[in-house]
């Protein structure tokens, strides 16, 4: 049995708009009080640090531990776009086990035999074996019918569905937003209505299965007035985002860089503003990483060769605490949509600091200047759209089940 | 009409050599005082090409340049090829169908091993728009960007404006309609920027299917009928169609493309009188020009392009290589 009992720090509580100091104490992995010293304790002295809960990264791409040691990320949902495809219960069975301890892997099922958008996989199995959602993989699912079924079948199951939206044949080859940028490069793009209309598509099916659909990534102005319309209507749906929409436009892919080439892709400015705005009146639920990191095999090829995607789990919460500075939104919110968030849509219990909850914490100087750099980072690749760039806000110490993880 | 365009003494910046960039990648990146120096240039070399049958200038002898064409071509490489030898330069082509692309090499270990085999400068042409200036950050010899993608094809932008200037006595004001599919088309992206940068009026014709998104904000009027651009026309460019693109899926057939978008004798005569025709080649004579007016021995200045051509890559190969050849102010 381990005491732990962390002092002098300041505690991020759920409800709360900014953290409070007091001392949390932690008995046999799981947090047990505030402000009453336990005997025996070990100390972990929180002084200037911010105590968190730690991050829950809904739809990852790799299972990155130093990556998520460094970024504060405690659980991951794993996409199952791997090889070989998660769409049995023996691969979700594996890659639930694969980050245990000092992680935990969420896995999310295939919605379909090998994410081909035709066949239903094995989706009751993939749960029982420890899937927490199913997801359509990087790609949309072009076929309505299919996709109404699996939103039913999800509905019976009470699994969330996460959707890539992106309708197949407006997006067709396009590896740009329709702009000047992608014009003047002579890159094939795709107007962003592409989003807006895979997503009308699904809240009309979400609408008639009553099934709880996330939209993993939202980025235009026109899908995320559809995301209120859904929720006005009291729909069960969600949305999410990555940093690399909300702090990049399509500008960034300007002189071919592939780090910068993301699905999907970035889109102008009038976009990137209008998702900032969705993230101040709380029509997005979540911000993860979108966690891909992808080496030079994938990346150092002509742009519309290379493969999209970001590494981005180690400055995601640096990034994402420019909007408490820039007071888009308070810390408590930020908090709600990197961990309590996506712990309600997977329906885990965990994302709050709160008595008798896993001891899932990160221990953060919001304040700790430094600098990105793509030759430096700890993942498996420094694919980063965001390199060079000064950010604040460094995880000091990560705690999982109670238990000190080391990078 | 022989050569009136005057270069006034301040035409050029002082101090400098008048083209400080390493490599050509493309036109976008160019000011217009280094636009009119390569012109300039190759006005020397269109005298040399037509000054009888020993047209040799050992300017370049020793050098090896190296044509890496990624994409098939016949007209470009041999326009390359004949510029190297002409200036005295070891020239070699490399085509992709016979090289280790096939076998899965990446394109950057493609460069590296050009690289190694010390090339005095590269020419690339490739299918994905942006491989040439990939490459180009990985050699240390300039690097001539002979196409890429849909992006640029600097050289064809700069031997129109020399075919215009010998013709028209002068790029400025002049009144150019390029028609066809623009969205694919990096002569008419490398053509709009050089044209625009010249001081011409560019009018862009195209089904909407292949009009490039916000090209109205390089300058360029856009137009999807083309009777309605061609009154007041001094030139007119003509593109060529992609025989897949022709299949339904851009455009409904060739015969309709024709109908709507096909230079004949009854639209060209919309145009000025004197209205010159361009065209980048290969032609698909009958889908978007007609043959009479192609081989027009006035109007037609597709062959004159071609000779323009040499001209334009041998001034870009001599420019390019005088800093490793210690030029005098340019080392």
């Known amino acids: 049995m381990t005491l732990i009992n962390i002092i002098n720090g300041h505690v991020q ?34 002084t200037d640090l911010l105590i968190a809960p730690g991050i829950i990264d809904l739809g990852v791409f790799k299972t990155d531990k130093p990556a998520f040691r460094f970024g504060g990320i405690t659980r991951a949902a794993l996409m199952p776009d791997q090889s070989p495809v998660h769409d049995d219960p023996a691969t979700i069975r594996y890659a639930a086990l694969k980050g245990k301890p000092d992680l935990w892997v969420h896995p999310l099922a295939a919605a379909t035999k090998d994410l081909a958008g035709s066949q239903m996989a094995e989706i009751a199995l993939m749960k029982e074996a420890g899937a927490v959602g199913v997801a359509t993989g990087r790609k949309w699912i072009g076929d309505s019918g299919i996709m109404l079924r699996i939103m039913r079948y999800c509905a019976a199951l009470d699994l969330p569905v996460i959707v890539h939206s992106e309708d197949a044949g407006l997006a067709g080859n396009a590896v740009a937003t329709e702009s000047e940028t992608a014009t003047l490069l ?95 009146d ?80 990160i221990l953060v100087d919001p304040y700790a200047p430094w600098q990105v750099d793509s030759n430096r980072m700890t993942a498996l690749a420094g694919n980063t759209p965001f390199n060079k760039i000064p950010v604040q806000g460094r995880v000091r110490h990560m705690l999982k089940g109670g238990k000190v993880v080391t990078a | 009409m022989t050569w009136t365009h005057n270069f006034a003494a301040d035409s050029f910046p002082t101090g400098s050599d008048a083209f400080q960039h390493k490599h050509l990648l493309g036109i976008s990146s160019l000011q217009k005082w280094e636009i009119l120096y390569i012109l300039k240039e190759a006005e020397h070399w269109v005298a040399l090409n037509r000054s009888g049958p020993a047209k040799h200038d050992g300017r370049l002898s020793g050098m090896t340049i190296i044509n890496a064409f990624f994409e098939n071509s016949t007209r ?69 960007n002979a196409g890429d993608g849909s992006h640029e094809h600097p050289t064809q932008a700069l031997l129109d404006a020399l075919t215009i200037m010998r013709r028209k006595g002068a790029v400025e004001g002049q009144i150019v309609v390029i028609c066809g599919d623009v969205l694919h088309s990096r002569v008419a992206r490398s053509n709009i920027f050089c044209l ?38 001094d030139v007119v460019m003509m593109l060529r169609l ?41 032609m698909n004579r009958g889908v978007e020009i007609a043959s009479n007016v192609a081989d027009h021995i006035e109007r037609s200045a597709i062959t004159e392009q071609v000779e323009m051509g040499v001209a334009v890559r041998m001034a870009c190969l001599d420019i390019l290589t005088r800093k490793s050849r210690g030029v005098e102010g340019w080392a």
């Open chain 2, 242 to 282: 992609q025989n897949e693109r022709m299949q339904g899926d851009f455009i409904p057939s060739p015969r309709e493309y024709y109908h709507l978008f096909g230079l004949d004798e009854r639209r060209l005569a919309l145009a000025k009188p004197d209205a010159l025709v361009m065209h980048p080649g290969p």
């Open chain 1, 186 to 280: 002579g890159l094939s793009s795709a107007s962003p209505v592409t989003e807006a209309l895979a997503i009308a598509r699904d809240l009309m099916l979400a609408e008639e299965s009553g099934a709880h659909v996330h939209f993993r990534q939202v980025t235009t102005a026109r899908s995320l007035d559809l995301i209120r319309e859904g929720k006005a209507k009291g729909l069960r749906i969600s949305c999410g985002i990555t940093p690399g929409h909300l702090f990049l436009s399509n500008n960034a892919i300007i002189d071919f860089r592939t780090f910068a080439r993301l699905s999907p892709p970035l889109r102008d400015e009038s976009d990137r503003l209008a998702c900032i705005a969705a993230i101040a």
């Open chain 2, 196 to 233: 625009k940068s010249l001081g011409a009026e560019v009018r862009v014709v195209a089904p909407p299917a292949l009009m490039p998104y916000g090209i109205a904000a390089f300058g360029a009027q856009t137009f999807s009928n083309f009777d309605d651009a061609l009154p007041g026309a």
């Open chain 1, 282 to 361: 709380g029509t997005i639920d979540v911000i993860a990483s979108g966690h891909d990191p992808r080496g030079p095999e994938d990346k150092r090829l002509p742009f519309s060769e290379a493969e999209p995607g970001m590494a981005g789990a180690e400055t995601l919460l640096a990034l994402t605490l420019n909007l408490v500075r820039d007071e888009i939104i308070t810390t408590g919110r930020l908090f709600e949509l990197l961990a309590t968030n996506p712990a309600r849509i997977l329906g885990l219990k965990a994302g709050v600091i709160t008595e008798g909850f896993e001891a899932d914490l």
């Open chain 2, 76 to 144: 470009t490489l041999l326009s390359f090829e004949i510029a190297g030898k002409r200036l005295g330069a070891d020239v070699v082509n490399m085509h992709a169908a016979q090289s280790s692309v096939k076998k899965g090499e990446t394109l950057i270990d493609t460069a590296m091993t050009l690289n190694a085999m010390r090339a005095d400068a590269i020419v690339i042409r490739h299918a994905s728009s942006g491989a040439v200036q990939l490459i180009s950050g990985k050699v240390d010899c300039p690097v001539l």
């Open chain 1, 13 to 46: 509580l759920p409800g709360a708009d900014k953290a409070e100091a007091m001392s949390l104490q932690i008995n046999d992995g799981k947090i047990s009080s505030f402000g009453t010293p336990i005997d025996h304790a070990v100390e972990l002295d929180a």
